[in-house]
């Protein structure tokens, strides 16, 4: 993409992803409402699937061993959990250190960016996790 990132890749200790859009050949089926809109600003082009770089946009197609140690996570009732699920899957596939917190079993309905809902067990899981993931990965 020939964009020169702004710190090493020494500096950056792990990522924290919250139910995104990381696989753009697949994204588009995920029912997500106005996807096809936000893919549309982020493109250009109104039939996003026709932009001729969105396997750049890609993270699924991107990521390589040396990605970060990463913490993946997204609600039972979000239309993009198989994005994240997709991502997490390849990460593993690639011996990246990949932690994820998923909700198959769980009765609560957790919805997109559910992390936010600090009420509800699942958003108070998230909390917990997320700090333990930050405090393992701190120098």
């Known amino acids: 993409m020939n964009i020169q990132p702004s710190i090493q890749p020494e500096a950056l200790r792990g990522v924290l992803l919250y139910c995104g859009p990381y696989n753009m050949s697949t994204v588009g089926e995920s029912g997500f409402p106005l996807i096809r809109t936000f893919?549309?600003?982020?493109?250009?082009?109104?039939?996003?699937?026709e932009f001729p770089r969105l396997d750049e946009m890609s993270t699924v197609l991107q990521?390589?061993?040396?990605?970060?140690?990463?913490?993946?996570?997204?609600?039972n009732h979000d239309p993009l959990t198989g994005q994240s699920v997709e991502l997490a899957q390849t990460l593993k596939r690639l011996d990246v250190e990949t932690e994820t917190l998923f909700f198959t079993a769980s009765t609560e309905k957790l919805g997109h960016d559910y992390q936010f809902q600090l009420q509800?067990?699942?958003?108070?899981?998230?909390?917990?996790?997320?700090?333990?993931?930050?405090?393992?990965?701190?120098?």
């Open 120 to 139: 509800t067990d699942g958003g108070k899981r998230a909390l917990e996790e997320v700090v333990r993931f930050l405090q393992k990965h701190r120098r």
């Open 39 to 49: 893919l549309w600003s982020y493109t250009g082009v109104k039939a996003f699937e």
């Open 63 to 75: 990521v390589t061993p040396n990605y970060p140690p990463s913490f993946i996570t997204s609600g």
